[in-house]
């Protein structure tokens, strides 16, 4: 059994900085993908970033240049290191982990319960 889970949401000032963690654990043969969605009220899910196992990364344009992916391979763990907060960034962020069971399985994804990330003064 695969378990995804979050931590290091909660209030910040607008300005601030927030880091996200996220582990994987479980029987885990591999990982690809390893990425950060949002959700905020109303609105559809997002991509916020993502990073593929050979580190390579990609960023939605609103949070190019303030926000930093990072993976530890090793560990299965994901961070998202939120600089210079903006009240938009405002949502449930969630983790999700493309995981491969067995060799030979396809890759599926797996997904956190999400944390709340509010910015406001």
């Known amino acids: 059994q695969v378990q995804v889970v979050e931590s290091g949401g909660g209030l910040v000032q607008p300005g601030g900085s927030l880091r996200l963690s996220c582990t994987a654990s479980?029987?885990?043969?591999?990982?690809?993908?390893m990425g950060w969605y949002r959700q905020a009220p109303g609105k559809q899910r997002e991509l916020v970033a993502s990073?593929?196992?050979?580190?390579?990364?990609n960023y939605a344009d609103s949070v190019k240049g303030r926000f930093t992916i990072s993976r530890d391979n090793a560990e299965n763990t994901v961070n998202l290191q939120m600089n210079t907060l903006k009240p938009e960034d405002t949502a449930v962020y969630y983790c999700?982990?493309?995981?491969?069971?067995?060799?030979?399985?396809?890759?599926?994804?797996?997904w956190g319960q999400g944390t709340q990330v509010t910015v406001s003064s």
């Open positions: 479980g029987s885990i043969f591999s990982i690809n993908t």
């Open positions: 999700n982990a493309g995981i491969r069971l067995r060799l030979f399985d396809n890759s599926r994804d797996y």
């Open positions: 990073i593929l196992r050979s580190g390579l990364t």
